[in-house]
């Protein structure tokens, strides 16, 4: 069983910077691709990163630019760092790793930007 959890969530003004964190834990030998992905109030979840195990990164367009997703392979975790908020950024992020064949979620983590 593997675990994914969140961290690094909360509110701030748009213009700012946020980091989240997501560390996997379980019965891990090796991780593929990890990612982030979003939904916002009233809409359908939707990719914002992802990463491979060796580093190639694929972004939506809305955050190109502005996010950039990074793992640290040793530490079992995936990183989002955000910077140049904007209001419609405002959604529930969730971490994904695929291992063993598997994709597995995180519980998720708010992130409110204020305008």
């Known amino acids: 069983q593997v675990q994914l959890v969140e961290s690094g969530g909360g509110l701030v003004q748009a213009g700012g910077s946020l980091r989240l964190s997501c560390a996997a834990s379980g019965s891990i030998f090796n991780i593929g691709v990890m990612g982030w992905y979003r939904q916002g109030p009233g809409k359908q979840r939707e990719l914002v990163a992802v990463i491979s195990s060796g580093g190639i990164t694929n972004y939506a367009a809305s955050v190109q630019g502005r996010f950039t997703i990074s793992r640290d392979n040793a530490k079992r975790t995936v990183y989002l760092q955000m910077n140049s908020l904007k209001p419609e950024d405002t959604a529930v992020y969730y971490c994904?790793?695929?291992?063993?064949?598997?994709?597995?979620w995180g519980q998720g983590t708010q992130v409110t930007v204020s305008s």
């Open positions: 994904q790793a695929y291992v063993a064949g598997t994709y597995y």
